[in-house]
């Protein structure tokens, strides 16, 4: 197989990959599944613990990602959405699997190429698509979604101070303001800023990312197929990047369920036996090393399972 190059160190520097490794406890001739193979770090590293029978099946619903798969026959790229993993693996015949990761939120190429639309630092227009066969854009969720629709997504998934205020001021900009670049958008909404300008908009475009691609959606749909994917001692691994998603994944890895609480079952009681067993009790973290060397990793929280 082949190392990584600079391009693939630039495109997105795998977080938390030794610890990843460590937690999927990778048997030499096991079949693995990268949910998330953007730059291909995880991957790679995955490939170096396989022996010659094991095998790899790398997804990413973003075309780009494509050019980063090394010269190695027991990797299998599947250009789509982790959310039909189980279709795409029996497909394959390759269920179950000793293994599943997902390293999830955007990579650094997404974020760094401007007319992806992912970052509010670029001039390129409001797209955030992951993948690029999607019709729907940024800019389309901004021109058509009512105001009560703006508010719940601004509120709910980037956890906006004045999401009311700032719904409501869309709504009423759009008739007559162009907001289909970022730097228009921004301009437009430079009165209803709270506080740091930065963290604001982060938290606005978090949003709109969101929803754009589904991303708790899929992550639902992914994690429910997981217990039926794996083998019995299987391992999946998990890394998220902001609250909304950590719950979803703590709770599924848990209890099988991505409710805080089950409100039919106050006391705990519940007789279904769960599927999987959490391996990490507290989400593992970067440590110095790595936050020195990619500050992305700050916000990451691997969690771990294994199927019983």
């Known amino acids: 197989m082949t190392t990584p190059g600079k391009d693939n160190e630039s495109y997105h520097l795998p977080v938390l990959l030794q610890e990843t490794l ?41 075309s ?70 999607m019709t729907t854009t940024a800019f389309d969720i901004v021109y058509t979604y009512s105001e009560q629709q703006l ?31 970022i730097p228009n958008f921004k301009t437009a909404l430079n009165s209803v800023v709270k506080g740091n300008p930065n963290k604001y908009f982060a938290q606005v475009f978090q949003a709109l990312r969101i929803e754009v691609n589904d991303e708790l959606g899929a992550l639902k749909e992914m994690l429910q197929q997981v217990p039926g994917l794996l083998v019995s001692g299987g391992r999946v691994a998990i890394i998220t990047f902001h609250s909304l998603e950590d719950r979803l994944v703590k709770n599924f890895l848990k209890k099988g369920t991505f409710e805080d609480e089950d409100p039919s079952d106050p006391f705990g009681q519940s007789t ?16 110095e090393n790595e936050l020195r060397q990619n500050p992305r990793s700050r916000s990451a929280k691997l969690r771990i399972a294994q199927r019983l």
Do not use: W
């Not at 990778?26 to 953007?38: A, L, R, S």
């Not at 980037?158 to 719904?167: D, F, P, S, Y």
């Not at 279904?272 to 440590?287: E, F």
């Open 64 to 133: 780009d990602a494509r050019r980063n798969l090394p010269e190695d026959r027991r990797i299998i790229f599947l250009p789509h959405n982790f959310r039909h993993l189980g279709r795409f693996l029996r497909l394959h015949e390759a269920a179950p699997v000793n293994g599943i990761l997902a390293d999830l939120g955007v990579s650094s190429h997404q974020f760094d190429q401007a007319e992806r639309g992912f970052s509010f630092r670029f001039e390129g227009d409001l797209d955030m698509r992951m993948d690029q066969r």
């Open 151 to 181: 508010h719940k997504l601004f509120e709910q998934y980037g956890e906006v101070t004045n999401a009311k205020t700032l719904a409501r001021t869309i709504v009423q900009l759009r008739r007559s303001v162009s907001l289909k670049t």
């Open 22 to 62: 460590d937690g999927l406890d990778i048997q030499p001739d096991g079949i693995y599944v990268d949910c998330t193979f953007g730059g291909g770090g995880h991957s790679r590293g995955i490939l170096e613990r396989l022996g010659p029978k094991g095998r790899l099946f790398a997804f990413d619903q973003d």
């Open 272 to 287: 279904i036996a769960p599927l999987l067993k959490a391996i990490t009790k507290k989400p593992v973290t970067a440590g």
